[in-house]
């Protein structure tokens, strides 16, 4: 690896985007594979390609003005970032959340160039949001707000232009309100959200995507070794939408998930979660918003306030489907210590720069964002195939069209990750230079622009 030449970029990108650390460790976890690879292929050096790739098209930021229950004004800070749209539309979440500033839906945006280009489907990368937090208020504040949001936003995105989906803090209530405004606003009924209700243009298997697709990748990753998923003791953080649908898809492949979490701590169910108890934390999470903590409350098991799971329990898997940078070097150290062979980020860029070297310092097999968590984006690319030709696919051909996406991702980590003489498969070098090849050949034929 050129370590001078990824050292010299990253000091000029820092210096474009100081105190932007989440992008920046984001740029970098690229970069490392992504430099060399243009050393040895000299055809993507030419118009400063990276200088390029790594600067976004455009940042939409403005003010969200919206009044709640007690007839309160409130201004919240609302943006968009379209990263690159070299292969299709402008294609990301919209997080409502505290911790939304622009390094973080940066770092996200530029994830989501390379993790739509894996998918294999015509979707360029973006991310929004905003600094507002749904958790506590009403559904008509929530309401108001959205469509406080949405009023600005639909200046800025359309079907062919730039088509948001849902992410942390915004899920089916909150896409619908959106999506209601934007039809209000220009008049039209176009399929230009996605994760919609499937009253109103949503696709069947959208909410199990992400996490489903996890475990897709998971099993590939498994069967690459000769091994399967059935019996797999799995750790897995999060109880919201991926952490859900993940901990749903493995159990009903066989592996035995012992733990989720919430901001205020984690469960352990040695003996693995039910479907039962799963549906409890469905109806917990989505209808009733409270704390994982209750769960020990009505069923076995025990409840770890404050912490992750990463240095309690023994696993063979684990899936951190929570927020990014969730799992660091001292968690990586405990994983390996407790016998884990593989990572599989559900949620993005959940593992922090050091705790991924420990992982591959110990040969942990490590399954990026960028790939173990395009599930979703490309059932929500699915989902405005539908909405184009205007019919709606059955449930069975959707999840075959996932799993195939699934294995294509694979297989492009496999070319492209793969090092000669040895069966250790490079994930995060596939997933970042497969990523990388597609949205660089389309630049580099529009020439400079």
Known sequence: MSH?????????????????????QAVEEV?????????????????????????????????????DDEGIVHVNRGYRVQFNNAIGPYKGGIRFHPSVNLSILKFLAFEQTFKNSLTTLSLGGGKGGSDFNPKGRSDREVMRFCQAFMLELSRHIGQFRDVPA????????????????????????????????????????????????CVYLVTEALAHQNDSIQGKVCA???????????????????????????????????EGITKEQLEWVK???????????????????????????????????????????????????????????????????????????????????????????????AVSGLEMMQNSMRLSWTWEELDKRLQNIMKDIHKKCVQYGSHEGSSFVDYRKGANIGGFIKVADAMNAYGVM
């Open 236 to 270: 897995i953080s999060g109880s919201g939408n991926v952490a859900q649908y993940a901990c749903e898809k493995a159990i009903a492949m066989g592996a035995k998930v012992v733990t989720l979490s919430d901001s205020s701590g984690f469960i352990h169910v040695p």
């Open 4 to 24: 001078t030449g990824v050292r010299e970029f990253m000091e000029r990108v820092a210096e474009r985007n100081p105190g932007e650390t989440e992008f920046l």
């Open 283 to 377: 109806m917990q999470k989505e209808v009733r918003r409270g704390r994982i903590a209750e769960f020990v409350e009505q069923f076995e098991g025990e409840y770890f306030e404050g912490e992750r799971p990463w240095k309690h329990i023994p696993c063979d898997v684990a899936m951190p489907c929570a927020t990014q940078n969730e799992l660091d070097a001292d968690d990586a150290k405990a994983l390996v210590k407790n016998g884990c062979k593989m990572v599989a980020e559900g949620a993005n860029m959940p593992t922090t720069a050091d705790g991924t070297e420990v992982l591959f310092e110990n040969k942990v097999v490590f399954l990026p964002g960028k790939a173990a968590n395009a599930g979703g984006v």
């Open 166 to 213: 849902g992410d942390i803090g915004v899920g089916g209530r909150e896409v619908s309100y959106l999506f209601g405004q934007y039809k209000r606003v220009v008049a039209e009924f176009t399929g230009v959200l996605t994760g919609k209700g499937l009253a109103f243009g949503g696709s069947l298997i959208r909410t199990e995507a992400t996490g489903y697709g």
């Open 31 to 67: 970069m490392m594979d992504v430099i060399p690879y243009v050393e040895a292929n000299p055809r993507y050096e030419a118009n400063n390609l990276l200088e390029r790739i790594v600067e976004p098209d455009r940042v939409i930021m403005f003010r969200v003005c919206w009044e």
